[in-house]
């Protein structure tokens, strides 16, 4: 992958870190969901390990400001600041691009899930309902399947069932049409501030107006989403005003004072809604984005501690983090099954747990990536191989 500093105008610009960012946020969802807790007590070594992989929503505010940073990208290099293609357009690429690999996973969960169900019928194999294993469930009801179906499981009790990580594939969908629809005309005839706070308005409207209606889709994840287009923009834009603020602020420590009040407002004992942890954790993540790219488009190296987002192993697992995050859920829930047979400690147990996880899933969600994936990307993502990023 190559570098392009100062030809912010090419279309072929692209940045490495992006791509390592959503590779490391994929496999700490992984090591997130996979929950080493049986009767018995684990090591210190292990219970710190195991405190240090609770912050998963981390992850996926990640996700929503990668999301919207990519999408106003090309909106803030285009020659007419707008969609390229038109809406119609924009809608068939993004759901090549998104709907294959979801509806194959669902596919593949109700196929097991009908095994899981044959078992339990005509032999005496119980499969039940285990501690620790809340991201794949052969128990779900036509509705819950109609719901994923239509990507709105994220709306109601529904993401709860068949593969629960997917919620956020829903919240994404409906994001992508809210940002043609909403985003980007308010931002065009206001401008970016006004769409940061119109976008938080809307997303905490249903918390605090509607008694907490679709609080499960998370919907202040519209001002997420709004912080990587304001990243985005003031990343690339020509504007003044904003050339300006790229240039006058300190992007990394702001980025590390935001971190941090986040990790504070998240504290449990403060009794805070995780909406304001969010809030922090996007803002910091957005001054992140703008550092970087400032540092890539003068061509200059990203700070030693950031390298990592640009070594080939992050890049490799960013190219298939979303097959990744799609087919985790059943993979580390079968494996924990499988151990969970064994006459095994519990130290055993939750070292072969994080073992046998990851690479499974790796494995898995790689062999996916290829088959369900990768066919459907553009001309331009498709070079983008993990065996050429990790040469």
Not at 36 to 58: C, N
Not at 113 to 133: H, M, V
Request: charge should be positive.
């Amino acid at each position: 992958m190559t570098n392009l500093p100062h030809k912010t105008n090419d279309k072929k610009l692209h940045l490495n870190y992006l791509d390592g960012f959503r590779g490391l946020a994929a496999i700490y969802v992984l090591i997130v969901h996979l929950d080493p807790s049986i009767q018995g007590s684990l090591p210190v070594w292990l219970e710190i390990f195991k405190e240090m992989m609770k912050y998963g929503r981390i992850s996926v505010v990640v996700f929503i400001l990668l999301s919207g940073y990519g999408l106003m990208l090309s909106v803030v290099r285009s020659k007419n600041n707008n969609i390229s293609g038109g809406f119609l357009n924009y809608i068939k690429r993004r759901s090549r691009r998104i709907l294959p690999p979801y509806y194959a996973i669902i596919v593949f969960c109700i196929i097991l899930a009908a095994a899981i169900l044959a078992l339990e019928r005509f032999t005496s194999f119980k499969w039940g309902l285990q501690t620790g294993e809340v991201h794949f469930s052969p128990y779900f009801s036509f509705v819950d399947l109609v719901h994923h179906l239509l990507l709105i499981h994220n709306l109601s009790d529904s993401y709860l069932s068949i593969n629960p990580p997917l919620w956020t594939v829903g919240t994404e969908w409906q994001l992508y049409f809210l940002f043609p629809l909403l985003l980007i005309p308010i931002w065009q005839r206001f401008g970016l501030l006004s769409t940061l706070i119109i976008a938080f308005i809307i997303g905490l409207a249903p918390l605090y107006l509607l008694n907490g209606l679709f609080e499960s889709a998370s919907p202040w994840f519209l001002g997420l989403f709004a912080f990587g287009m304001a990243a985005a923009e003031i990343g690339f834009s020509q504007k003044s005003k904003l050339i300006k603020l790229r240039n006058s602020l300190p992007w990394d420590k702001l980025a590390i004072i935001f971190t941090v009040v986040a990790f504070l407002t998240e504290w449990r004992r403060l009794g805070l809604h995780i909406w304001i942890s969010e809030f922090f954790f996007g803002l910091a993540t957005a001054c992140l984005f703008i550092f970087c790219t400032k540092l890539v488009i003068d061509g200059k190296k990203l700070p030693r501690i950031l390298q990592i987002l640009e070594h080939p192993l992050a890049i490799a697992l960013g190219a298939f983090s979303y097959s990744l995050y799609l087919t985790h859920g059943p993979v580390i829930t079968l494996v924990r099954r499988f151990l969970l047979s064994l006459d095994i400690s519990p130290t055993t147990f939750a070292v072969s747990l994080y073992l046998l996880g990851i690479v499974g899933s790796l494995v898995f969600a790689y062999l996916f990536y290829l088959v369900f994936e990768r066919p459907f990307m553009s001309s331009f993502l498709k070079k983008r191989k993990v065996k050429d990023a990790v040469s």
